[in-house]
């Protein structure tokens, strides 16, 4: 089979006139990196030859164990359909995974280690995991010099239309690019702030899943620069207004199919399903800090702007960490509202489904659903029904990270080390910088 699809993949590449092979991978911050090669390599490629200096890639290696290599992941084989300026000839890439000099995968590489997590699931009894993610985005204009301005595109709300939502070409190009590429597209549409926009596609297999997120942040950034736009999947761009969230959609399937699906249960769940809705809820604080991994991510969870601050769980409401949607049998799925589209989807998928199998494999209990709206209650309320708060920043997020066993093996200690470490470095940075609005607030006044 390897050799039909190593034989597809060379037709196609001469049918399409491929000039440039892009091998993508993804670093522990969650940025795609990709070394560029001419066509010409692509047997080389294939064969699992090509090595790269992995020191140059923040949280991979030190100096002295550069050597890499990168083993594309065929099925991962991509045309992009845009030309190379001045030529009908095309760019390819790969989705690759970081492999040591003798062969063995990296253990600092996101995509291997959530492999490694997927591998530990189906030794429980799971088949698959499967990921439907909702990433949100806003569009800015580029200013005369073609750099990102802070001025939006318009002053749409949700669901609107043009010309209210003068981004809609823009994003019904971004569909027909995904579209081109494969992807079962689902919804699209204006958020509920300006500049703000939402696109879904069909769920796959947690690995797939993932790719598809890095693609999709590519083809979104590329596509609203032709249009002279700049996309950012910033948490919290512009105060005062709803951020960006990236809700997972998350399944867990065995022999039988869905997993958290029970025909004849009250609710239509399955005790897997408690279980795990339990143990995404007792590992909330730590695995905050890799779902949420930026300074900015904290500005966007705060209440009154729809993101979830509070951890609890429920059906149709809307306010809390989790959330069951209405449908059922194999779409039956658990949502997690907080997750924002700067975490590496790689490690968050990780360490959310080490959260969900810990608590199935204790056979946890979940918390009574809370079907109030938890925004309208009091502190003595939200006391009275152990509803606690996910970190109020990044500090509080990584502090909760560092004591929690269950999300930290999640990671592996390789990530685990480098990611703490850089995310301290920011926050350090962060605490020592003046900002503009304590200027405005403390200097003339003291």
């Known amino acids: 089979m390897s050799a039909e699809i190593k034989e597809a993949i060379q037709k196609e590449a001469k049918e399409k006139n491929v000039r440039f092979l892009r091998l993508m991978f993804t670093d522990i911050d969650g940025v795609i990196k990709n070394v560029e090669v001419p066509i010409s390599q692509l047997d080389k490629v294939m064969s699992d030859e090509m090595a790269f200096d992995g020191s140059s890639i923040d949280g991979f290696v030190e100096i002295d164990q550069s050597d890499m290599k990168l083993h594309p992941d065929l099925n991962t084989w991509l045309v992009f359909p845009w030309k190379l300026e001045n030529s009908d000839g095309k760019i390819a890439r790969f989705i690759c995974d970081v492999h040591m000099p003798d062969g063995t995968p990296f253990a600092g590489d996101p995509r291997n280690n959530l492999k490694r997590v997927v591998k530990d699931m189906k030794e429980l009894g799971f088949t698959s995991f499967n990921l439907g993610p909702e990433p949100e985005f806003f569009l800015f204009k580029l200013d005369e010099n073609g750099k990102p301005s802070k001025t939006l595109n318009d002053n749409g709300g949700y669901f609107d239309l043009a010309p209210t ?61 032709k249009h002279g736009l700049h996309a950012t999947f910033m948490p919290k761009p512009i105060e005062d207004i709803s951020g960006s969230g990236m809700h997972f959609n998350m399944s867990l399937f065995n022999e039988e199919g869905n997993a958290f699906y029970k025909e004849n249960s009250e609710e239509g769940l399955s005790d897997t399903a408690y279980q795990f809705i339990a143990g995404l809820l007792d590992h909330a604080q730590a695995y905050t800090a890799v779902c949420n991994p930026i300074v900015n991510s904290y500005k966007r ?123 301290e470095t920011d926050w350090a940075n962060f605490a020592k910088s003046v900002s503009q609005w304590e200027t405005d607030r403390y200097f003339e006044l003291y």
């Open 165 to 225: 939502d003068l981004a809609e070409n823009c994003r019904r190009d971004i569909v027909l690019e995904l579209e081109a590429l494969g992807f079962e597209i689902e919804a699209s549409h204006h958020e509920v702030a300006p500049g703000q926009h939402e696109i879904d596609w069909k769920y796959a297999d947690a690995v797939e899943a993932c790719d598809n997120i890095q693609t999709f942040k590519l083809i979104v950034k590329t596509v609203a620069r």
């Open 301 to 423: 969870l705060t209440p009154g702007f729809e993101a979830p601050v509070y951890v609890a769980w429920s059906g149709t409401n809307r306010t809390p960490l989790i959330r069951v949607p209405a449908s059922r049998g194999n779409s039956t799925r658990v949502e997690l509202r907080s997750v924002d589209p700067t975490a590496n989807p790689y490690l968050a998928l990780a360490v959310l489904l080490k959260a969900g199998l810990k608590g199935i494999s204790e056979a946890k209990s979940a918390p009574n659903p809370v079907n109030k709206n938890i925004y309208n209650m009091d502190q003595i309320e939200r006391n009275e029904n152990n509803i606690q708060s996910l970190p109020k920043n990044l500090y509080e997020a990584l502090e909760a990270l560092k004591e929690d066993e269950v999300i930290k093996s999640g990671l592996g200690e390789h990530i685990f080390s480098r990611f703490v470490a850089a995310k």
